[in-house]
Structures are given as C-alpha cells and as structure tokens.
C-alpha cells in the first residue's frame, strides 16, 4: 500500500516540473465594427481614433451643395438674325411709320456665365450700346429672342440705316441691318377709300389699303409728285429723269407722267419728256388734271413755266392737252407774256402750284407778267368748257 503512495506522488511531483504549452492570444470582448450588434452599455467612454486615420463627420447632414458638380459648358451660337418693324404687331416691309424695331434670332449653347453685349448703329456711327449676363432664369441655354427692340413713339424711329452687332463674351456672333425709308412725297389718302398713298426714298410708290396690308411699285425715275383720281383705283404721278446730267440745276431734268392703277398695277403713260408735263393737281370729278410744264428755271424776265390742263376719258386715257396760250381773255402785255406765278401769293417764298378748281371744269391759277409795269397779275378762273380766262382776284387764291 506504501508503495502505491509513493508511486502516486511522484507522478504528481513530475508533472508539476514540466514547463507549461504556449497559449494563444486573448480574444476582444468587442465584437467587430461589421457587425449590426448594438455596442455594450459598459463602453461608457469611446475610445478614441489614431489621428492618422480620418473620421467622417456622421453628425452634420450632407447639402447638397456639399456634392461636387460639373459647370455648364458654354458654346454660344446665334443664327436667322433679323431686324423687323413694329413686330409687336404684323407689318409689312415698308410701313408708313417706324415706332419699333425688333432684333428676332435663335440662340443655343448659352450659359448663366456668359455676357450678351448688343451695339446698336445709325448710319454707321454707334448709337446704343448694352452689356448684360445672359438671363438663365428668362431665356434658359436654347431659343429664339423676340422681346429685344428699340423704339420711338413720339414722333417715331428717324429715317436711315440701322445696323445690329450682337456679341458674347467679346466675340461676335452675329449681325443685320434694315434701312427705314424716308418720305420723299406724301402720305396723301383717298378719302372715297380710305388708301393712303406715299413715295419712300423717291423711287418707292406704296399704297395702304384700309384693312392694314400694303402693296409697293419701283419707279425707274424719281417720283416727285402724286395725286389720288377719285374712287381709290387710280394715282397719276410725274417722274423725273436726267436727260443731261452735265447741265446744272434742273435743266436737265424732265418729266414722265403716269396713270397708275393701283388695283390692277398697270400703268400708263400720259405724257412724256417732250412735254415735261409734272405736278398735277385732280379735277373733282377725276376728268381733268391740271399740270405745270418746264423745267420752272428763271432767267432775267423769263421763267420756263406754263399752265396745262389734260382731259382724260373714263379709261383714264389722255384725251386732249391745252396750255394758258389756247385760252381768251387774257391780257396783252407789252414785252411780256403770261406765265404761272411760282411764288406765294403777296411776295412769298418759292411754292409752285397749278391751281385750286372751283368746281369740275374751271381751274384757279395765279398768272403774272414778269417784269411788266402792269396790274394783269393775278388769280384768274381758266374754263376749260368755254376755253375762256377770267381775273377774279389781284393776288391771292381761295
């Protein structure tokens, strides 16, 4: 029994000498950031983050400001760029007045950064200038501009050449012009028809019918007088030509005259240069046209100037043509002739004129006997019908 003892004993005191297996390392009571694991209440404190190690501010929502983006590139193309009158309301090419003068074109590519400049011209000098950034909010990158215009109601857009440059960020990108035509002769209107009639930069007959459209003829010459046949269908207008530019003054000029309907647009001619016949002033009735004829240049006693009358037919074809000398009744003159007094009555300025008619056959016209010692001048009634020439007036007209 002894013996088994001591065996045991020293089995006991052997194994205590051995040395004691390498043992691995401690496992982490926290459980790892991956998991959805709420964190233990005894974390009381958190451990604090290696300062080389970023940490994103979970606290503060994210604007989206805060999100990097990507700037609108600019590429600013105009195109179809056209200058209109009074395109606030439909209107020919060549309206009578001018109050407003629309800049219309289409745009792409632009963007808020970008600077629209627009350099306004009259006959080429820089009249308007404007410098602004592109409206975004208004006009978005791509479209078509119809609101830019410039304007003048009272009494309207002056006559001449207008020119339009349109630049972005100092480059241009386009440019137009448009030209508001000056009245040389009228407006005149019929008053049976409610047309107007006119003559713009001297060649340009255009007519307005009531309902607002237009219509427009070009002259070969230069159309210097007009004047309404009663009923609206026909105009009759001179037309002067140079037959000798090398003569000065208006020696070399002559005259066409014409009949123009304006219903049909034919016309015809009345008289040619031979007769020079210009100036006409309408009978009532559209029968008879009174006209000056010559060139109305003075020398010394002598003025080239005489009195007409043209009967026309219901066709508005010439039917005969009677000077002041087919007249009786005037009064002989020693070393004068009768011609048209081109003045304004009483000594006035130069004013040419044929007549007044008092009724549809007897025209009034103002004669006078240049550098006569004489009382002939004066207002006289010529009738046609009778062919007969009476004073009815010294010096004035009705």
Same mark, same amino acid.
Request: proline fraction near 9%.
């Given at each position: 029994?002894?013996?088994?003892?001591?065996?045991?004993?020293?089995?006991?005191?052997?194994?205590?000498?051995?040395?004691?297996?390498?043992? @691995?390392?401690?496992?982490?009571?926290?459980?790892?950031?991956?998991?959805?694991?709420?964190?233990?209440?005894?974390?009381?404190?958190?451990?604090?983050?290696?300062?080389?190690?970023?940490?994103?501010?979970?606290?503060?929502?994210?604007?989206?400001?805060?999100?990097?983006?990507?700037?609108?590139?600019?590429?600013?193309?105009?195109?179809? *760029?056209?200058?209109?009158?009074?395109?606030?309301?439909?209107?020919?090419?060549?309206?009578?007045?001018?109050?407003?003068?629309?800049?219309?074109?289409?745009?792409?590519?632009? =963007?808020?950064?970008?600077?629209?400049?627009?350099?306004?011209?009259?006959?080429?000098?820089?009249?308007?200038?404007?410098?602004?950034? $592109?409206?975004?909010?208004?006009?978005?990158?791509? %479209?078509?501009?119809?609101?830019?215009?410039?304007?003048?109601?009272? #009494?309207?857009?002056?006559?001449?050449?207008?020119?339009?440059? *349109?630049?972005?960020?100092?480059?241009?990108?386009?440019?137009?012009?448009?030209?508001?035509?000056?009245?040389?002769?009228?407006?005149?209107?019929?008053?049976?028809?409610?047309?107007?009639?006119?003559?713009?930069?001297?060649?340009?007959?255009?007519?307005?019918?009531?309902?607002?459209?237009?219509?427009? $003829?070009?002259?070969?010459?230069?159309?210097?007088?007009?004047? $309404?046949?009663?009923?609206?269908?026909?105009?009759?207008?001179?037309?002067?030509?140079?037959?000798?530019?090398?003569?000065? %003054?208006?020696?070399?000029?002559?005259?066409?005259?014409?009949?123009?309907?304006?219903?049909?647009?034919?016309?015809?001619?009345?008289?040619?240069?031979?007769?020079?016949?210009?100036?006409?002033?309408?009978?009532?009735?559209?029968?008879?046209?009174? *006209?000056?004829?010559?060139?109305?240049?003075?020398?010394?006693?002598?003025?080239?100037?005489?009195?007409?009358?043209?009967?026309?037919?219901?066709?508005?074809?010439?039917?005969?043509?009677?000077?002041?000398?087919?007249? @009786?009744? *005037?009064?002989?003159?020693?070393?004068?002739?009768?011609? #048209?007094?081109?003045?304004?009555?009483?000594?006035?300025?130069?004013? #040419?004129? #044929?007549?007044?008619?008092?009724?549809?056959?007897?025209?009034? =016209?103002?004669?006078?006997?240049?550098?006569?010692?004489?009382?002939?001048?004066?207002?006289?009634?010529?009738?046609?019908?009778?062919?007969?020439?009476?004073?009815?007036?010294?010096?004035?007209?009705?």
């Amino acid at each position: 029994m002894k013996k088994y003892l001591f065996l045991l004993f020293l089995f006991m005191l052997l194994a205590a000498c051995q040395p004691a297996p390498e043992q @691995s390392p401690a496992v982490p009571t926290l459980l790892p950031a991956t998991t959805a694991a709420a964190p233990t209440p005894t974390l009381a404190t958190p451990v604090e983050a290696p300062t080389d190690i970023p940490v994103a501010a979970t606290a503060v929502s994210v604007e989206p400001t805060a999100v990097p983006t990507t700037s609108a590139i600019s590429n600013p193309q105009f195109s179809n *760029l056209v200058l209109l009158p009074n395109a606030s309301a439909p209107q020919p090419d060549m309206p009578f007045t001018t109050q407003e003068l629309y800049a219309v074109w289409d745009y792409a590519g632009m =963007t808020a950064a970008d600077q629209l400049e627009r350099l306004w011209y009259f006959n080429g000098e820089l009249w308007l200038e404007r410098d602004e950034p $592109w409206d975004m909010a208004q006009y978005g990158a791509n %479209g078509r501009i119809g609101d830019v215009f410039i304007y003048d109601y009272e #009494p309207n857009l002056r006559a001449g050449d207008y020119r339009l440059v *349109l630049k972005v960020n100092g480059v241009e990108l386009a440019s137009a012009e448009h030209t508001i035509p000056a009245f040389t002769v009228g407006p005149i209107v019929e008053p049976e028809s409610g047309l107007l009639a006119a003559v713009q930069n001297h060649k340009a007959l255009v007519m307005r019918r009531p309902d607002g459209s237009f219509i427009g $003829w070009e002259s070969f010459g230069d159309i210097v007088d007009l004047a $309404w046949l009663p009923g609206g269908q026909n105009l009759v207008y001179s037309e002067q030509v140079v037959v000798n530019a090398e003569l000065p %003054g208006t020696l070399g000029l002559r005259h066409n005259l014409w009949l123009h309907n304006v219903i049909t647009g034919q016309k015809q001619l009345l008289s040619t240069t031979d007769d020079d016949l210009h100036s006409p002033v309408v009978s009532p009735d559209g029968r008879y046209l009174a *006209l000056y004829s010559g060139t109305l240049y003075g020398d010394a006693c002598y003025v080239d100037a005489n009195v007409h009358i043209m009967e026309l037919n219901s066709s508005g074809q010439r039917v005969s043509l009677v000077a002041l000398a087919d007249f @009786s009744g *005037l009064p002989v003159v020693e070393n004068a002739l009768p011609q #048209p007094d081109l003045f304004a009555p009483n000594g006035g300025p130069f004013d #040419p004129t #044929p007549g007044t008619w008092l009724d549809g056959h007897t025209l009034a =016209t103002r004669l006078t006997w240049y550098c006569a010692t004489s009382d002939a001048a004066g207002l006289y009634a010529l009738d046609i019908n009778g062919r007969t020439a009476v004073k009815i007036a010294e010096d004035t007209l009705p």
